[in-house]
């Protein structure tokens, strides 16, 4: 329970140690799960971008289940990974909803409790963090491993597998050479109406993409030793990535660009060829998944849902998803959060900023020498740019959108405002869908005993040690 928070007494129970019963008698089947770093929506050959190479991904997308409204629960690592394992909303894990933290051993995570039900368990690079784990005996993703491959070189015949393929792609910093060795047209680019336009962004965003090409590549050869070991079609691939690209405005923000995310789920016999599925999904819906894939019983503290109806076409519909954020990095005076809670429908985006008085990218005149000011901003060539012309036209209003300061409430209709551009919070004619947009978050919070429902400006995630 969260230190000197009281009076939340919701149905679910917080970080409740809870073990899973296995449901059924059916062989337990493999799962691959592959996850990048900082690769956000659309970038993927099968949403259909012009410049992304990702043969690998529109492959699972073919093979099996494309999802094109998929976003994680957090758009920074630590709390996004950790409501994978977990299955929880971040909010609900203490330290564990802030970067570069501690996840407390009394969660459980998805990779023990198929341990514990027989499966053997491995990882390879970044899994749970940045952060800290001293309580647990090796990364709550698992134990560690060079590759997938001397994994599975190592792989009982009759034992299920559950392997977590991690990878540092596509986080900054970048490698100019990679770009240029990619082949990526910087013409073919989508460069988004919240960046400027200029040759310096456009070379940036070729990096990236050839650092998302490079972690495809990586999980083709992945599926290339599946095949070789006889075991494709008794095993599930999910790929995806852990939250929104690096840009300013995307990434530790919530607006579409920092939390959404590609995600393709291949699993023969049970995911059609070719299906789309459109509904609604969270990152933390992947651990219901996978136990229920695996014949367990989903733990009461689990807040994802199971995607294995979806992948059936038997989903009830999904009216709304919530995403948020704590303390990302190191970018205020006194090490201070800039808390966000924002509901996602098909078509609106409602967000509640706590604290509106706070800079949401950071202090302006906090430099640590890390991330330079604004240090919720990831430091390369377009911040850089963005910072040294903030006054010239063609770059202020950009400049803006990242780093001024937010009302409490924001509110975009995201059928004719996909960027989220246009604030409505304030518009008359749309007081009815913000109070019902309102309404909806706030009793989500308090179902899922979010601190904040009961008292919004607690400053426990400000106190939580940060480790970076």
């Given at each position: 329970?969260?230190?000197?928070?009281?009076g939340?007494?919701?149905?679910?129970a917080?970080?409740a140690?809870?073990?899973?019963?296995?449901?059924?008698?059916?062989?337990?089947v493999?799962?691959?799960?592959?996850?990048?770093?900082?690769?956000?929506?659309?970038?993927?050959?099968?949403?259909?971008?012009?410049?992304?190479?990702?043969?690998t991904?529109?492959?699972?997308?073919?093979?099996?289940?494309?999802?094109?409204?998929?976003?994680?629960?957090?758009?920074?690592?630590?709390?996004?990974?950790?409501?994978i394992?977990t299955?929880?909303?971040?909010?609900?894990?203490?330290?564990?909803?802030?970067?570069?933290?501690?996840?407390?051993?009394?969660?459980?995570?998805?990779?023990?409790?198929?341990?514990?039900?027989?499966?053997?368990?491995?990882?390879?690079?970044?899994g749970?963090?940045?952060?800290?784990?001293?309580?647990?005996p090796?990364?709550?993703?698992?134990?560690?491993f060079?590759s997938?491959?001397?994994?599975l070189?190592?792989?009982?015949?009759?034992?299920?597998?559950?392997?977590?393929?991690?990878?540092?792609?596509?986080?900054?910093?970048?490698?100019?050479?990679?770009?240029?060795?990619?082949?990526?047209?910087?013409?073919?680019?989508?460069?988004?109406?919240?960046?400027?336009?200029?040759?310096?962004?456009?070379t940036?965003i070729?990096?990236?993409?050839?650092?998302?090409?490079?972690?495809?590549?990586?999980?083709?050869?992945?599926?290339?030793?599946?095949d070789?070991?006889?075991?494709?079609?008794?095993?599930i691939?999910?790929?995806?990535?852990?939250?929104?690209w690096?840009w300013p405005?995307?990434?530790?923000?919530?607006?579409?660009?920092?939390?959404r995310?590609?995600?393709?789920?291949?699993?023969?016999?049970?995911?059609?060829?070719?299906?789309?599925?459109?509904?609604l999904?969270?990152?933390?819906?992947?651990?219901p998944?996978?136990?229920?894939?695996?014949?367990?019983?989903?733990?009461?503290a689990?807040?994802?849902?199971?995607?294995?109806p979806?992948l059936?076409?038997?989903?009830?519909?999904?009216g709304f998803?919530?995403?948020?954020?704590?303390?990302?990095?190191?970018?205020?005076?006194?090490?201070?959060?800039?808390?966000?809670r924002?509901l996602?429908?098909?078509?609106?985006?409602?967000?509640?900023?706590?604290?509106?008085?706070r800079?949401?990218?950071?202090?302006?005149d906090?430099?640590?020498?890390l991330?330079?000011?604004?240090?919720?901003?990831?430091?390369g060539?377009?911040?850089?740019?963005?910072?040294?012309n903030?006054h010239?036209?063609?770059?202020?209003?950009?400049?803006?959108?990242?780093?001024?300061?937010?009302?409490?409430?924001e509110?975009?209709?995201?059928?004719s405002?996909?960027?989220?551009?246009?604030?409505?919070?304030?518009?008359?004619?749309?007081?009815?869908?913000?109070?019902?947009?309102?309404?909806?978050?706030?009793?989500?919070?308090?179902?899922?005993d979010?601190?904040?429902?009961?008292?919004?400006?607690?400053?426990?995630?400000?106190?939580?040690?940060?480790?970076?």
């Open positions: 329970m969260l230190t000197g928070i009281t939340i007494t919701g149905a679910l917080l970080g140690p809870a073990r899973a019963a296995r449901k059924g008698p059916e062989r337990p493999n799962i691959l799960f592959a996850i990048a770093d900082d690769w956000g929506y659309p970038d993927a050959g099968a949403y259909g971008s012009r410049a992304a190479r990702t043969p991904f529109d492959r699972l997308a073919d093979e099996g289940a494309l999802f094109t409204r998929a976003f994680c629960a957090a758009p920074s690592c630590t709390p996004s990974r950790n409501a394992l299955g929880q909303a971040p909010h609900r894990l203490e330290a564990g909803a802030n970067l570069w933290s501690e996840l407390p051993a009394t969660f459980d995570v998805y990779p023990d409790l198929l341990q514990q039900a027989g499966y053997r368990v491995g990882r390879m690079r970044k749970y963090g940045p952060g800290v784990f001293p309580q647990w090796h990364n709550p993703a698992g134990p560690g060079p997938f491959g001397e994994f070189g190592q792989q009982p015949e009759q034992t299920p597998f559950c392997f977590w393929l991690g990878s540092s792609d596509p986080h900054r910093p970048y490698d100019p050479e990679l770009g240029e060795q990619s082949g990526i047209d910087p013409a073919a680019v989508d460069v988004p109406p919240y960046l400027p336009d200029t040759p310096e962004v456009r940036d070729v990096n990236y993409l050839a650092e998302v090409q490079r972690f495809d590549s990586e999980v083709g050869d992945a599926l290339r030793l599946l070789e070991h006889g075991l494709a079609e008794n095993t691939v999910v790929m995806t990535g852990d939250h929104g690096p405005r995307a990434k530790a923000n919530t607006y579409d660009a920092g939390t995310v590609p995600l393709a789920v291949r699993w023969p016999g049970r995911a059609a060829p070719g299906t789309v599925i459109d509904r999904t969270l990152l933390s819906d992947l651990a998944t996978f136990l229920d894939a695996a014949g367990l019983s989903t733990p009461p689990m807040t994802g849902q199971s995607l294995l979806a059936s076409g038997t989903a009830a519909p999904r998803v919530v995403v948020e954020r704590e303390r990302h990095a190191l970018a205020r005076e006194g090490n201070l959060a800039y808390p966000v924002a996602r429908t098909d078509r609106w985006l409602y967000i509640r900023n706590f604290f509106p008085e800079w949401p990218a950071g202090d302006p906090f430099d640590l020498g991330q330079g000011v604004f240090g919720d901003i990831d430091a060539r377009t911040k850089t740019q963005l910072l040294e903030r010239r036209p063609g770059f202020a209003k950009a400049f803006q959108l990242a780093t001024a300061k937010r009302p409490a409430e509110l975009y209709d995201l059928a405002d996909p960027h989220s551009l246009k604030n409505l919070a304030d518009e008359p004619r749309q007081t009815a869908v913000k109070t019902r947009l309102r309404k909806q978050l706030q009793n989500w919070m308090l179902r899922t979010d601190p904040r429902a009961i008292d919004p400006r607690t400053d426990f995630w400000d106190k939580v040690e940060y480790y970076g």
